[in-house]
Every structure is written in C-alpha cells, then in structure tokens.
C-alpha cells in the first residue's frame, strides 16, 4: 500500500512540475513587455536652488509663505510663517509618473522650526488632485512639539498612491496645533523619486539582506531574467537526465521496497518527497491559525498590473534564494573548511607521492561549494559541520521573511530552509532550486491567464492532495534525521568497555613425567642395502603427516599486566597511507585484495 501510494504521489508531483515549468515557457510574453517600460523619475528643484517649482497655500489664512534665498541647509528654502494656533500652509508640486505598473516611491526632506511652537504636525500627502491636502490620506504624519534645528525626516514610502501612469501631486502641508506666538517652519531638500517596482537586485544575508546592486537597466534586466529562465530549464533537464536510471530503479524495485524509493539517488524524487513534506507543514500552520482565528498577512497583491512583476520575481526567487541562503551560507563556508584542513593534511604527508596529487586534493573542497558531497561515509566532521550551518541557513532564511510576512511565516519558512538545505547537501544546489521553484510558481499558468478557473481548479486540488500526501513523508524525514543525528552524536562518545567474561585463572601444574623405555639403536645401515629401514619395537610410532592444528588461545593463561607491543597507527600516516589515483580521496574500502575509493568507487 505505501508502495502505490508513494507511486501516486510521486506522478502527481511530476505533473504538478510540468505545469510549473509551463508557466515558466509562457512568462516571458507577460515579463518582457514589462521590462520595455520600466522608467523612473524624481521632483524638480529638489534642492530649492531658485524659486521655481513650487506652489505656496496659505489653505485658509493664519499663515504666511516665501521663499528664502539663503538660510536654507544649505542655499534657498520654503519659509512657512504661522502666526497662531490652528494656523496652516502647505507647497505644492505637480509631477508626471510613466512606465509599466506598478510604482514604487519615496520621499524625505529637511524640516527646521523656530519660534513659539508647542505642538504642531508635519503633513506629507501624494495624490492626483490640486486640491487642498487631506490630513486624513496623508502619507507621513509627524508630531513636533517645540523648535528645533535643521532635522532630516524618515523615508516616506508613496506606492499605495501611484497606482497608474498619469499626473501628481507633492504637498508639504504645516498645522500648528498649539502656539504661543509666531512660527517660522523650513523646508528644505524635498526629494521624491519613483520608478517601476521591478529591478535586478543581488544582495548578501549578513543576516539581513544587503543590497549590493540595484539596476533597473532594461538591457541588464532582460539579460538577467534570460539567465534565470535558462539555468531553470537546464537544471531541470540536467537532473532528469543525469539520474534517469536511478529514477526507473526507484519506480522498478520491488513491491515491498519502499526504503529503496524513499532513498533513492533520483534528485527529483528528492525533490519532489522535501516540497510535499514542506508544504504540509505550511499548510497545517495556515490551517491552525485560521481555527485560532490568527490572520495570516501577506505582502502579494495580485492584480492585472504587477503579474509581470510577480512572475519574474517567483522565478528569480528559486534561483537567487538558493544562492545566498543555501550556496552562500552552507556551501562558501563548508567548502573553505574542507580547503583548511585538507592543506593541513597535505603539510604533514597525507596526500600521496602522485605528482599534482596535493593540488588535486586540495581543489576536491570545491565539491561542498556547490553542495551533494555529504555522504553516509562521509568524516563524522563533515556532518557535524552541515548539521550546523543547515540549521543556522534555516534560522536566517526564515527570519528574512518576517518584514513582509509576519511572525507566522518565519517557522514555515525554516522548515523550508531545512528541506531546502537538505536538497543541497544530498543532491546539489540544483535540487534546493528546482523544490524552491516548484513551490513559487505554484499558481503561474492561473495568473498568466490560461486554462482559465477550470485549470486553476485542477491545479489546486492537486495541490491540497500533495500537501496531504506530504504529512507521510514529513513523518518519515523527521524519524531518519533524527536517527542520523543519533548516529552521529554516538560517533563522539568514548567507546565503553565491555565487562570481561574471560574465566578465573587457573594455578598452573606441570604434567608428571612420562615412562617410557630406552630405545634400542637401530642396527647400522650397509651401503649395499635397499630395504626399507624397520621401526625398532622399542620406538613410539610418529605422529601423522598432516597440516598444522589451529593455535588455542587460552585467555586464562595470559597475565593481568600483559601489553599489546603493536598499536594501530593513526589515520593518515604511515604505515597504513591510501589516495585515489582519480580524484586524489585519503579513504577507501579493502575488499579482496582492492583498494576501493569511497568517492570515486574506483579500484586502485
């Protein structure tokens, strides 16, 4: 029964892939015209440099507005002079915003206030109409309570404001609420800039994520998405074929062999049995919060305009996520690990006589760099150190989503960056991006716009099933790991000796001496005689010709003090010394005769 199943679910998966991969062959008709209208743009005389660009409103009376040509921080500046409580003013500044949807926005300035001030607040309103600000819909509130010199605000983000192309509108509005006399308020260095909410950007987590670049460059975008797009396919492809065999071996063993399928060499079976188990967990998280009557929030809000957006990021996710969360942070540190020690080991001798057999040692670390070098006979070293950097990639990888997604993702998100990190440790960080696109592009042929609700119904009940089919194979996960983990921790332990069952000695008697009679001389040979030589009856008959008796160890005769004068050598020195002439490994299996490497499986 758990065979079939087991074949169910991993056929469902499979096709569950195809529509993923699908959706991925279908994006670029939405992705690339996006990309053709990125723009972005920024207010005018920002700096207030000459008095242009901005209108004053002295919104009802109270209040004065000029413009300063100098006192500003530095240069010119926007002088509002209120003079009493309940006084207000505000500037006003039209700009255009073109390009593909959606918009992303920003704006700071430069506030100064002297004077008899008491309370007072700062109003920051975008929107598409001239009209007087609503203090109701402004982007940024700030309370001040007494003067104060030249002061830069916080960022003020406008996106929920610019939901299409067309004309805007910036207005710095000032109330004092409570005033004890005249109040002259300074603005200063108003910066609003805007662009389409899509770029290429390459960060590091350190362990938030650092931005290293970012680049709305239409050449550099469209070349980065071909790439992301390519390596998708190649992977995909790289690994269907690389492990066809293992594949067919995992389907085509025996009925009652479901250890083999579960442990199968296949990295999409891998692939396949980690999403299903994540997306359990993810799913039963959802499915509790909501009974507690928790919300869950999400950062994604899909319509018409941001698909392009959307898609390209699901898409650049599954590569990049994997690349600094499971590459950056596992691979880079393990494989400099491995570098460290096997030169140590290459400084005291341990690498071999072969010539460039210590630079091809050396340049074996790379392997961990990329991940699928973790092994079942891999050094006790080596798990201890993946063990490690999985979970602490996993931590880091599931705070990352706390900004956007809340408290409630961050553990989905771990147990994601274990299945994800497991991939990369067993099969490559080819498999961690193949399981992190599948469950991204999830929902991508719906969004794009084909098949329509029937195929989006499909989708998703195929979905609820997998996640279902999940709850087994997270079951099994957590039991394995926590057996290998067992394991390992048992390889550090002190071997415990074992009570002696070896008998009480017994005292020692010498044998009496034996009769026997004298012999009688055997009469002398002639030269001339050829008869065989006669046994004289006073000899004993020899024993028989035969091979040697078994040595008997009688532990009872064997002193309490006795010391073994031959102790094993350790490993990798003389006179016990192995390296694979093929890829330069220090271990190997004797079987036979041979020499066998544990990497390579060669004989040497």
Partial sequence: MLTILWTLAIVAFLIFAVTDFAGLAVSPTLIIPGIQG??????????????????????????????????????????????????????????????????????????????????????????????????????????????????????????????????????????????????????????????????????????????????????LFLAYYGLIVAALFAIGAFHAIRERREFWNAVRA????????????????????????????????????????????????????????????????????????????????????????????????????????????????????????????????AHVAAWAFLFASSAIFGLAHLPGWGWWKVAPSMVAGLGFGYLFLRHGIGAAILAHFVNDYILALSLEGVGGPALEAIISLMFLGLAIAGAGFLAWYAIDGWRHLIRLIAQFRPPTRAPSTRPPPVPYVSPPPTSYAAPIPPPAATPSSSAPSRIPEGWSPGPAVGPPAAPFRDSGRIPRDYTPTYVAPPYGFPPVRFQCPSCGWVEARYDAGRFTCTRCGRAA
């Fill in 38 to 219: 990125i723009q972005s743009g920024q207010t005018v005389n920002g700096d207030l440099n000459f008095d242009l660009n901005w209108t004053p409103n002295s919104w009802g009376g109270g209040s004065a507005l000029s413009y300063e040509n100098t006192g500003g921080n530095p240069g010119g500046y926007l002088r509002t002079t209120l003079f009493g409580s309940g006084a207000r003013g505000f500037w006003m500044q039209a700009f255009r915003v073109d390009g593909s949807t959606p918009f992303t926005g920003a704006v700071r300035l430069d506030v100064e206030i002297s004077g008899g001030l008491t309370l007072g607040y700062l109003f920051v309103s975008v929107d598409s109409s001239p009209s007087d600000p609503d203090p109701n819909t402004a982007i940024a509130e700030v309370r001040f309570t007494g003067p104060m010199s030249w002061t830069i605000t916080d960022r003020f983000f406008l996106d929920a404001r610019l939901t299409d192309p067309g004309l805007y509108y910036l207005k710095i509005a000032f109330v004092a609420n409570v005033t004890s006399g005249p109040v002259d308020v300074g603005f200063d260095n108003i910066r609003l800039s805007w662009a389409t909410d899509a770029a290429v950007v390459l960060y590091v987590p350190i362990p938030a994520p650092y931005p290293l670049l970012v680049s709305r460059d239409k050449t």
């Fill in 254 to 381: 025996p009925i009652d062999a479901i250890g083999t399928r579960l442990r199968a060499r296949s990295a999409w079976i891998a692939v396949g049995q980690v999403w299903m188990a994540v997306t359990f967990f993810q799913v039963a998280v959802i499915f509790l919060l909501s009974l507690a009557d928790i919300e869950t929030t999400t950062p994604i809000s899909i319509d018409s305009r941001n698909v392009w957006v959307l898609l390209f990021e699901l898409a650049n996710a599954g590569v990049y996520e994997e690349i600094a969360f499971r590459l950056l942070l596992i691979g880079v540190p393990m494989a400099l690990g491995s570098a460290v020690l096997r030169i140590m080991e290459v400084n005291r001798g341990a690498s071999g006589r072969l010539p460039g057999s210590a630079g091809r040692y050396i340049a074996g670390a790379w392997r961990y760099l990329v991940g699928g070098a973790i092994r079942h006979d891999s050094p006790k070293e």
